[in-house]
Nanobody, 127 residues
Framework: VHMVETVGGSVQAGGSLRLSCAAS????????MFWFRQSPGKERERIAV???????SYEDSVKGRFTISEDKSKNILYLQMDSLKPQDTAMYYC??????????????????????WGQGTQVTVSS
């Protein structure tokens, strides 16, 4: 299985970027695809997930600003990032694994493996 992110980029605060990740080789019928990020000196953070039914879930820090989506015909995962902030500066990773997003009171959350990782792509937001 290969997960390959496109090149990220640099943008000023308030701007937008779209990340893409080409996924190939997996055959799960039930799967999750994630975007993680990691800033220097900080732990890796799971920020968005979409499952094979199209259900999505977001970390509070990006909710309302980022949108995860998937083009199943092309096996491409996207992350549309709007209203970017300097604190969004990080290395971004796409990840795939078997599983699904399920309701676990009081919210929906992913019950998925983090099996396949992309190489990461840098996003820099300047103030």
């Amino acid at each position: 299985v290969h997960m390959v992110e496109t090149v990220g980029g640099s943008v000023q605060a308030g701007g937008s970027l779209r990340l893409s990740c080409a996924a190939s080789g997996y055959t799960y019928s039930r799967y999750c695809m994630f975007w993680f990020r990691q800033s220097p000196g900080k732990e890796r953070e799971r920020i968005a997930v979409i499952d094979s039914t199209g259900r999505t879930s977001y970390e509070d820090s990006v909710k309302g600003r980022f949108t995860i989506s998937e083009d199943k015909s092309k096996n491409i995962l996207y992350l549309q990032m709007d209203s970017l902030k300097p604190q969004d500066t990080a290395m971004y990773y796409c990840v795939a694994g078997e599983g699904a997003i399920r309701f676990s009171f009081p919210t929906w959350r992913p019950f998925c493996d983090y099996t396949y990782w992309g190489q990461g792509t840098q996003v820099t937001v300047s103030s």
